[in-house]
């Protein structure tokens, strides 16, 4: 029986951003309110993309604090918020970099996570992450990913985290479609998961600099 906690689609972009930034922007880790917003709805790296209000952000940051899986700093003027997730899941450092690119892009294969974590974790080869996620689907206390059905023209199988079941349920019985990059060749999609890591350190760098301004004005 698993003991992994249910989140909805908010929970889980919220989740995901924070790890990805600890990674990412570590001199403005553990982030703000506003930074967490800009993170959540952030238009590169994401699917979907989110467009969440900050009362929405706000009640997820009580909620995953309710769970231990999200801590608020307090001694400064503006409140900042951290993950906990290695600690509560009892999870190396690796697989919660898996684990927040399933949740800000949905399900990847192998491949995918390993071009993808890239800028969270840097993994030696394919064989690194499928070691780990098969060590995040055999968990005792609960399986954090599962393996999805190959879709048609697919060379691999695809995965996704297991902390949404609706979420899960909705890919479980969705109708298999040929996914776009699938159907590109190797090259093309190497150039478009580089473009977009470029995009994404851009959104970085915008948000460093909205709170160093942010910082000056006070």
Same mark, same amino acid.
């Given at each position: ?9 908010? !929970? ?12 990412t922007v570590p !001199? ?51 409140s900042r918020y ?19 690119? @399933?949740? @800000? ?30 060590? @995040? ?30 979420? @899960? ?34 959104? !970085? ?14």
């Amino acid at each position: 029986m698993s003991n992994n906690p249910s989140l909805d689609p908010n !929970d889980i972009r919220v989740l995901g951003v924070l790890i990805e930034k600890q990674r990412t922007v570590p !001199d403005t880790y553990p982030l703000s309110l506003n930074s967490l917003l800009a993170g959540c709805n952030q238009k590169t790296s994401r699917d979907p993309v989110m467009t969440l209000s900050e009362a929405e952000v706000a009640q997820s940051l009580d909620k995953l604090r309710g769970m231990s899986l999200v801590m608020e700093s307090s001694g400064s003027r503006v409140s900042r918020y951290g993950h906990n997730i290695e600690r509560v899941m009892a999870i190396p450092t690796q697989s919660s970099a898996i684990l927040a690119v @399933l949740m @800000l892009r949905g399900p990847q294969t192998a491949g995918e996570l390993r071009i993808n974590c890239e800028r969270l974790h840097r993994f030696a080869d394919i064989s690194t992450v499928e070691g780990f996620l098969c060590e @995040l689907q055999e968990r005792a206390t609960g399986s954090l990913v599962e393996e999805l059905p190959r879709r048609p023209g697919g060379r691999e199988n695809r995965w996704m985290h297991t902390l949404s079941p609706a979420q @899960l349920e909705t890919l479980r019985h969705a109708e298999p479609e040929a996914s776009h990059a699938e159907n590109n060749s190797d090259a093309v999609r190497e150039l478009r998961n580089e473009l977009d890591a470029i995009r994404a350190e851009v959104a !970085d760098l915008k948000m460093q600099l909205a709170e160093l301004t942010q910082q000056i004005a006070k």
